[in-house]
């Protein structure tokens, strides 16, 4: 019997790496605007909003699908928990990147000459802690999508694995 190759989360350096993107496009951004005269980008507070909804909807499908797991074999529909995994680490690149695209926009304030207003840093601020909590959600649901040891061991598997297809 051949092994299934593991799945396995989502690389560090790659969230590090969406992150430098994100912040690279936001002093780009700024820099072009101001170049052109036009005031910063300002998110908007309903993005704010937007990321913490996601981070909340992760988590109780997370949860959910804990309770489904530790109810035995067959109350878990391996489509649904698959799609749960590919939202979690989708929910991590965004994360990421929207944290790299706030705190590059805060950074860009840094670099004046006259502090800026409140008014302009909060919501910087806001969209860059919100990301930053989407991210950790998203790695936490990550983390509830993998069987518990002793459930998967149909082959001899030790080791915690994803929820995965078999055909």
């Known amino acids: 019997m051949?092994?299934?190759?593991?799945?396995?989360?989502?690389?560090?350096?790659?969230?590090?790496?969406?992150?430098?993107?994100g912040a690279s496009l936001a002093l780009f951004l700024q820099a072009w605007l101001s170049s052109r005269g036009r005031p910063s980008l300002i998110p908007p507070y309903s993005m704010s909003v937007m990321l913490i909804a996601l981070a909340v909807l992760l988590i109780v499908l997370g949860v959910r699908l804990r309770?489904?797991?530790?109810?035995?074999?067959?109350?878990?529909?391996?489509?649904?928990a698959v799609r749960l995994?590919?939202?979690?680490?989708?929910?991590?690149?965004?994360?990421?990147?929207?944290?790299?695209?706030?705190?590059?926009?805060?950074?860009?304030?840094?670099?004046?000459s006259v502090p800026a207003p409140v008014e302009t840093w909060l919501?910087?601020?806001?969209?860059?802690?919100?990301?930053?909590?989407?991210l950790a959600c998203a790695l936490f649901?990550?983390?509830?999508?993998?069987?518990?040891?002793?459930?998967?061991?149909d082959n001899g598997d030790e080791g915690?694995?994803?929820v995965t297809l078999e055909t």
């Open 2 to 21: 051949t092994e299934q190759p593991k799945m396995r989360g989502v690389n560090a350096l790659h969230l590090l790496g969406s992150a430098a993107v």
């Open 67 to 80: 309770k489904n797991i530790a109810k035995g074999v067959g109350a878990v529909n391996p489509f649904q």
């Open 85 to 112: 995994l590919a939202t979690a680490r989708a929910g991590q690149i965004v994360g990421s990147t929207f944290a790299g695209f706030g705190s590059g926009l805060l950074l860009s304030l840094l670099t004046r």
């Open 123 to 134: 919501p910087m601020l806001a969209t860059a802690i919100t990301a930053i909590v989407l």
């Open 141 to 153: 649901t990550e983390h509830l999508c993998k069987v518990p040891p002793g459930e998967n061991d």
């Open 160 to 162: 915690p694995g994803l």
